[in-house]
């Protein structure tokens, strides 16, 4: 079983920039796929984006196409997302979560295994 730990979470003004993490624990990690999905309140969770831990191909969302990045860390065993000129609109609890399904399958929350317990994002003047 995987466990998922994220951090990097905080305040923020807009036009900031801020990086989250999240780590992989010990098991079979590699052989999924990690997202990063964020939910505002009384909003649906939404999907960001995704890399392979094998090979590194990465997807994202249109909204964030540009301003955001995933990365990884495979010795580490860490997923990163990149996030600059973040604005208010950014707001939200930040989860990294793993999946196995397919490519295609990635924006959808119900493919993913395994979720971290969330990071707070605030972007605020």
């Known amino acids: 079983q995987v466990q998922l730990v994220e951090s990097g979470g905080g305040l923020v003004q807009p036009g900031d920039s801020l990086r989250l993490s999240c780590a992989a624990s010990d098991g079979s990690f590699s052989r999924y796929a990690m997202g990063w999905f964020r939910q505002a309140p009384g909003k649906e969770r939404d999907w960001i984006a995704t890399?392979?831990?094998?090979?590194?191909?990465?997807s994202y969302a249109d909204s964030v196409k540009g301003r955001f990045t995933i990365s990884k860390d495979t010795a580490k065993k860490l997923v990163y997302l990149q996030m600059n000129s973040l604005n208010p609109e950014d707001t939200a609890v930040y989860y990294c979560?793993?999946?196995?399904?397919?490519?295609?399958?990635?924006?959808?929350?119900?493919?993913?295994?395994?979720w971290g317990q969330g990071t707070q994002v605030t972007v605020s003047s």
């Open positions: 979560a793993a999946t196995s399904t397919v490519v295609s399958a990635w924006p959808l929350a119900r493919h993913y295994n395994y």
């Open positions: 890399i392979r831990w094998m090979g590194g191909t990465t």
